[in-house]
Antibody, heavy 116, light 106 residues
Framework: VQLVESGGGLVQPGKSLKLSCSAS????????MHWIRQAPGKGLDWVAY???????VYADAVKGRFTISRDNAKNTLYLQLNSLKSEDTAIYYC???????????WGQGVMVTVSS | DIQMTQSPPSLSASLGDKVTITCQAS??????IAWYQQKPGKAPRLLIR???TLESGTPSRFSGSGSGRDYSFSISNVESEDIASYYC????????FGSGTKLEIK
């Protein structure tokens, strides 16, 4: 199993960014997937979940601003980040959802910095 | 949302010591708790799932226990490679993490 995030960078407040997570080594279409983030020097926060059938759930802090999606043909997970705030500055990890709903495999993470 | 209260925030241990971290949930989480290890600059690594089931590759010096709202995670015979932060995760409902425990060696 391998998960590789990309798309991070420096972005101004109020702007948008789209993260990608390329998956390999397993049948991507059969698994739910999560995004989790970690602000610099802080703990882990769950962000969003998408099921294998593309149902979605979001943390309150990002609801209405972030959108999780997937392209099973490309084995890729996405996170669209809109109306970014300084408090969204974090490392963003994608993670596979195990059959029992914990996170069993994680990507290496991608940094998003929101600053003017 | 279920809140997870993790303690202590930091631990200082000597090599060979046993250390214990606790997580208390704001409601019964039916043993759906996992424990992760995170080393600086790295992604978290799953160590234990469903309270006490060691993930493949997790050394036997790691253990977990608990039920209801109260759970604990222990490392017996602490080794230098155990220097890391540790997080609990409840997955009975929308997932929430504990605030983390940073383990240092004396």
């Amino acid at each position: 199993v391998q998960l590789v995030e990309s798309g991070g960078g420096l972005v101004q407040p109020g702007k948008s960014l789209k993260l990608s997570c390329s998956a390999s080594g397993f049948t991507f279409s059969s698994y739910g997937m999560h995004w989790i983030r970690q602000a610099p020097g802080k703990g882990l926060d769950w962000v969003a979940y998408i099921s294998s059938s593309s149902g979605t759930v979001y943390a309150d802090a990002v609801k209405g601003r972030f959108t999780i999606s997937r392209d099973n043909a490309k084995n890729t997970l996405y996170l669209q980040l809109n109306s970014l705030k300084s408090e969204d500055t974090a490392i963003y990890y994608c993670a596979r959802c195990s059959w029992e709903d914990y996170f069993d495999y994680w990507g290496q993470g991608v940094m998003v910095t929101v600053s003017s | 949302d279920i809140q997870m209260t993790q303690s202590p925030p930091s631990l200082s241990a000597s090599l060979g010591d046993k250390v214990t971290i606790t997580c208390q949930a704001s409601q019964n989480i039916n043993k759906y708790i996992a424990w992760y290890q995170q080393k600086p600059g790295k992604a978290p690594r799953l160590l234990i799932r469903y309270t006490s089931t060691l993930e493949s590759g997790t050394p036997s010096r790691f253990s977990g226990s608990g039920s209801g709202r109260d759970y604990s995670f222990s490392i017996s015979n602490v080794e230098s490679e155990d220097i890391a932060s540790y997080y609990c995760l409840q997955y009975d409902n929308l997932p929430t993490f504990g605030s983390g425990t940073k383990l240092e060696i004396k």
